[in-house]
């Protein structure tokens, strides 16, 4: 008789390390959560140093969770801070690369000054972590990497104006796409997630002084409602896991049917 693992197995992460990148709060603190009750160590990163309140609670729960605090869009900073964690952890074998931000503004009066720090986050600073990431990854033959892309990378959105932020996140889904096939021979995969309009502490803000625009929002969205931070965290530990294992190059859009409606 053959003995097959049992199919939970597959989705569980014990022993594996994973760093979380933009993990003080909202989906990144989702999914750092989530990663953590699938068995997985994680180190939870974040330009703030009070990450590390995110990290210790995750801590007084049981989990094995620790904080590092660096900039992504600082390549030496970058560099150094994963190396620390391999030296630390003995690996990295999962990598969330979730640290970004939005600005607003017509296209047309967007200053030079946001477009070039929308891009230093979103686009440099993704890179520089898988880059540095990716090194130690190849070297040790395996791992799984998923980067947080966005709807407003594959469609307009409306009513809100935010050309540097959706250029940002159509580039990661297709970094994703090529280094998912340049790294395949390596056994390491890469995707992205893509979230719709998620209720995280910003969109709450936005939905109180703009009640107008989160119902345009909700009109727009098939199922009529918002994402739960956890459908996300949901998403990308599965792409982490090893159910997912012949997945590579993909973007998976968790946005209750916006992005095709």
Not at 95 to 107: P, R, T
């Amino acid at each position: 008789m053959i003995m097959t693992p049992a199919i939970d197995s597959f989705f569980r992460l014990d022993g594996r390390v994973a760093l979380v990148t933009g993990a003080r709060r909202g989906i990144g603190f989702a999914i750092a959560t989530r990663l953590a009750e699938m068995g997985a160590t994680v180190v939870l990163a974040d330009s703030a140093v009070t990450v590390s309140d995110a990290a210790q609670t995750l801590a007084d729960q049981g989990y094995a969770a620790s904080s590092i605090v660096f900039d992504v869009t600082d390549r030496k900073a970058v560099d150094a801070a994963i190396d620390d964690v391999v030296v630390i952890h003995g690996a990295i074998d999962i990598l969330v690369a979730n640290a970004g931000i939005s600005y607003e503004a017509d296209s047309a009066t967007h200053s030079d000054e946001d477009w070039r720090r929308v891009m230093a986050i979103n686009l440099d600073g993704v890179f520089f972590v898988i880059r540095h990431v990716g090194t130690h990854m190849i070297r040790q033959k395996r791992g799984a990497i998923v980067a947080i892309s966005s709807i407003a990378g594959v469609k307009y959105v409306q009513p809100e104006h935010h050309l540097g932020y959706d250029v940002t996140k159509a580039g990661v889904a297709h970094m994703c796409k090529v280094l998912g096939c340049e790294w395949a021979p390596h056994n390491v995969r890469v995707n992205a997630v893509g979230p719709g309009y998620t209720d995280t502490e910003m969109l709450a803000d936005v939905g109180s002084a703009h009640p107008e625009v989160l119902k345009r929002w909700l009109d727009d969205i098939p199922m009529g409602r918002l994402m739960d931070r956890r459908e996300i965290a949901n998403a990308v530990t599965f792409l982490a896991s090893d159910a997912a294992s012949g997945i590579t190059g993909h973007l998976l859009m968790v946005d209750g049917g916006y992005s095709v409606s």
